[in-house]
């Protein structure tokens, strides 16, 4: 498609396997005029598909994958890194479970046309240069997602143990819900700065997990809904109400005058709903 100009300025109709039309801002445009192709062929079934699955995870993920790719503006830049990222991803698991003599069916769940679903898929939701927090999900505690790998209960051993900052923000996306084809997004915004009441910081050496499973001297930038912690041998684990968690991720952000860094972070999927 283009702009004409010229000797062809003010034609409209055909011409030569194109069709010339006027636009809203009183230009012209030259379309090809090209076979339109059958929509319900099995690729375009498949694309569809995709795209509804990953338009779908986005509408859920928007708060935090809106502006989670470093080096990309918030909005619209981002969502389609977001787009261009997942499709990339989801072809990919359909060619591997084809190559291993499976079908497209195992690489899903996919959101069924028609409708915006969310399902349980590694998608990428970060792009960055921070060190990354991995999570966790045991067969163990479907309820909960773990975070390895912290030597205390402390907020000092949780930035030691995954070379962060005091400042540094995690934004905890978990996919939970009582069956996969109803499940909740969960995105909550916990920052590394213990604070007193009174606003002043508190070391780091404070428990980082309060005895009532809630945040110990939380800072008044948390977002997001309750979440209880629990920390047991070396392991922080949280969770909400809602059943079995589907996948979850942890995006590490931080803030440094007018721009923003971030890790790299791709959601863990539980196998038995992640096919």
Avoid at 6 to 16: E, H, I, K, P, Q
Avoid at 62 to 79: D, I, Q, R
Wanted: with cysteine.
């Amino acid at each position: 498609m283009a702009k004409t100009e010229g000797w062809l300025y003010g034609s409209r109709g055909r011409l030569a396997g194109a069709y010339i039309r006027k636009d809203p801002y009183r230009g012209y445009v030259i379309s090809e005029i090209t076979r339109q192709k059958d929509r319900k062929s099995e690729s375009q079934l498949r694309q569809r598909m995709f795209m509804a699955t990953v338009i779908g995870a986005y509408k859920y993920m928007k708060a935090v994958c809106s502006c989670s790719f470093e080096g990309l503006a918030p909005g619209f830049p981002s969502m389609c890194q977001f787009k261009r990222l997942n499709l990339h991803m989801l072809r990919q698991r359909v060619a591997i479970a084809e190559a291993n003599g499976g079908s497209f069916s195992d690489a899903g769940p996919f959101t069924p046309l028609g409708c915006q679903r969310l399902v349980p898929q590694p998608y990428c939701v970060s792009q960055g240069t921070l060190p990354g927090v991995g999570v966790v999900l045991s067969d163990a505690d479907p309820g909960r997602v773990r975070i390895p790998a912290v030597a205390d209960n402390s907020y000092g051993a949780l930035i030691d143990g995954y070379g962060l900052l005091r400042g540094d923000r995690l934004w905890l996306i978990t996919l939970q819900g009582a069956a996969p084809d109803r499940l909740q997004c969960h995105i909550g915004c916990i920052v590394l700065d213990p604070c007193y009441a009174d606003g002043l910081q508190a070391p780091l050496s404070v428990p980082f997990v309060g005895a009532d499973g809630r945040i110990n001297l939380p800072s008044p930038l948390n977002e997001g809904p309750c979440v209880r912690f629990d920390f047991r041998e070396g392991t922080l684990s949280y969770g909400y109400e809602t059943g079995t968690v589907a996948a979850a991720g942890i995006v590490v952000t931080r803030r440094g005058g007018s721009t923003a860094m971030h890790s790299t972070c791709q959601l863990t999927v539980r196998g038995a709903t992640g096919g």
